[in-house]
């Protein structure tokens, strides 16, 4: 999970702590909903994260 946070930070650009934790906590809530692979973490993280919605629009 550490590696999926790193890879959703760097690409976002995220260096506000708040902003880290916020993804970490939804990392932890997709773990917990059966996303095991860091690859579908970060396919789900993109689809709920404002920051990756900002960044595709």
């Known amino acids: 999970m550490g590696k999926v946070l790193a890879a959703f930070c760097a ?3 995220v260096s506000d702590n708040q902003q880290r934790e916020a993804a970490a906590i939804d990392i932890l809530r997709l773990f917990e909903q059966g996303f095991r692979d860091g690859d579908a973490l970060l396919v789900e993280l993109e689809k709920g994260n404002p920051l990756a919605a900002s960044r595709h629009q």
Request: proline share 0%; aromatic share 0%.
């Open 11 to 13: 690409s976002h650009k």
